[in-house]
């Protein structure tokens, strides 16, 4: 079983950037498909961005395309979000996610396993 620490929100302005850490222990970090999924005040958690085993595969949600990055450091056990372009809409409480690899990055929250805490993200126009 893996446990799952997420880090760095915080409170910005629309168009700042912001880097989001998970960090992953208790199990093998490199025998999990990681994800990122969002829950916006008063909506569903919905999907941001999953990565393969390995980091070759990298999947967005439409709505972060283009501004959101995911990236995973095995050797650290460690996941990152960077977020760019940051909008008031990107406000919500973060998750870092993960379940076993089986060679498809989940796409929706509904496949995860393990969770972390959360961590929030305000954005202000």
């Known amino acids: 079983q893996v446990h799952l620490v997420e880090s760095g929100g915080g409170s910005v302005q629309a168009g700042d950037s912001l880097i989001l850490s998970c960090a992953a222990s208790?199990?093998?970090?490199?025998?999990?498909?990681m994800g990122w999924c969002r829950q916006p005040p008063g909506k569903e958690r919905e999907f941001v961005a999953g990565?393969?085993?390995?980091?070759?595969?990298?999947r967005y949600s439409d709505s972060v395309k283009g501004r959101f990055t995911i990236s995973r450091d095995n050797a650290k056990n460690t996941m990152y979000l960077h977020m760019n372009s940051l909008k008031p809409e990107d406000t919500a409480v973060y998750y870092c996610?993960?379940?076993?690899?089986?060679?498809?990055?989940?796409?929706?929250?509904?496949?995860?396993?393990?969770w972390g805490q959360g961590t929030l993200v305000t954005v202000s126009s």
């Open positions: 996610a993960a379940r076993v690899w089986d060679g498809v990055v989940a796409e929706t929250p509904a496949r995860y396993v393990y």
């Open positions: 208790g199990s093998p970090f490199s025998n999990y498909g």
């Open positions: 990565v393969s085993s390995r980091g070759g595969t990298l």
